[in-house]
């Protein structure tokens, strides 16, 4: 594959926040390949962790038009769905990367997100810790579960959650204020 060192290239800056920059990349490899298949999955999980989901649709819905067991292209698909409000298909396309993976974390960290949306509480925590159990490494599901915890009124549990995400160089840096300022309240008392 001629793009793939570009394509891995790219990865590497999404997985660094640089979005602008991966979707150059990759827009001057699909110029090129209109149909390199991880250049588009990739270009719309850019696209979709950059906010501009309309474009992540466009992108995951003609790669999903030739690859439909990608479970990572179905979790991008709903978590562009989940930004743009439309809870109905961004289930649907969760539940399908579900099914092509149950031990991805993250999916299941986004379906928590989208019962606690939807006002399914019980299935959110249940799922969230499904999740956390799975990748306890995973600094977003961290965080999430720090904050499940400290809303449940389990502070005990929450804050050395907190007192590791506060030291994370690579969450973004309003969670990792966030991480701190609770980190802060839970250690004088404030429940």
């Known amino acids: 594959m ?3 060192h570009q394509i891995q290239e790219s990865e590497t800056l999404i997985r660094t926040g640089e979005y602008e920059e991966a979707i150059r990349a990759l827009t001057k490899v699909l ?61 649907e396309a969760l539940e399908t990367a579900r099914e092509l993976n149950p031990a991805n974390a993250a999916v299941l960290r986004n379906l928590s997100i989208l019962m606690g949306r939807t006002g399914r509480n019980q299935d959110a925590y249940r799922l969230l810790r499904e999740s956390f159990e799975l990748d306890s490494e995973d600094y977003l599901t961290m965080y999430a579960m720090a904050c499940a915890y400290r809303q449940t009124g389990k502070p005990d549990k929450a804050q050395p959650l907190f007192e590791t995400l506060r030291r994370v160089p690579e969450l973004p840096p309003d969670l990792r204020e966030d991480s701190a300022i609770q980190y802060i309240e839970l250690s004088i008392g404030w429940n």
């Open 2 to 4: 001629e793009f793939q």
């Open 31 to 91: 110029a090129e390949e209109p149909d390199n298949l991880p250049a588009l999955l990739t270009i719309g999980v850019a696209y979709t962790e950059s906010g501009r989901n309309e474009e992540a649709l466009r992108a995951l819905r003609f790669y999903l038009n030739y690859e439909r067991e990608n479970d990572l292209a179905w979790e991008a698909l709903g978590c562009a769905y989940l930004r743009l409000d439309k809870r109905a298909e961004a289930e």
